[in-house]
């Protein structure tokens, strides 16, 4: 039997569900994506951890017009600490968490954004484009998957 010990326990920023939650690149945050189109940023000083004098924050994303799409997925950049979100409006956006931008949008997937993940260098990001089942049992398109080889602008952090 395998024993761990809880390292931290505290209530999330968001107020609805979390679907996803990935820790930073660099291991020194967080970031949770819920169910009401909201990422939330948050730094784990509690460990001893610096998070250079940040503070936890939110954003919305995910939205078309006065539609609300819940985020599926988090993927961190391996070696810059920009990160995609992936939601149930088929899109993926990219971020620069540090500087509280958004970096661009990827043209829209079939369907739900259900996973992502960067390969190791970061050029290259797969997707898996799958039905979330958010408007219950219907038609939809089949599940993809796409391997997108990432631009520089896409993924590089802009400064401040």
């Known amino acids: 039997v395998i024993s761990a010990?809880?390292?931290?326990?505290?209530?999330?920023?968001?107020?609805?569900?979390?679907?996803?939650?990935?820790?930073?690149?660099?291991?020194?945050?967080?970031?949770?994506?819920?169910?009401?189109?909201?990422?939330?940023?948050?730094?784990?000083?509690?460990?001893?951890?610096?998070?250079?004098g940040k503070k936890k924050y939110a954003f919305k994303c995910h939205r078309v017009a006065e539609t609300v799409y819940p985020v599926n997925a988090i993927a961190f950049h391996p070696t810059l600490g920009t990160f995609a979100t992936g939601g149930c409006d088929g899109t993926v956006v990219t971020w620069d968490g540090r500087n509280k931008k958004k970096l661009t949008t990827i043209p829209k997937f079939p369907t739900s954004v259900a996973a992502m993940t960067f390969n190791a260098d970061g050029t290259e990001l797969a997707i898996a484009s799958s039905y979330t089942f958010e408007e219950g049992e219907r038609d939809h398109p089949r599940d993809e998957i796409y391997i997108r080889a990432m631009l520089s602008y896409e993924v590089t952090p802009k400064s401040k």
């Open 5 to 52: 010990t809880l390292r931290l326990e505290r209530e999330s920023s968001l107020k609805y569900q979390t679907r996803v939650i990935k820790f930073f690149h660099d291991g020194t945050g967080l970031s949770l994506g819920s169910i009401e189109g909201r990422v939330a940023i948050e730094y784990l000083e509690e460990l001893g951890l610096d998070s250079g």
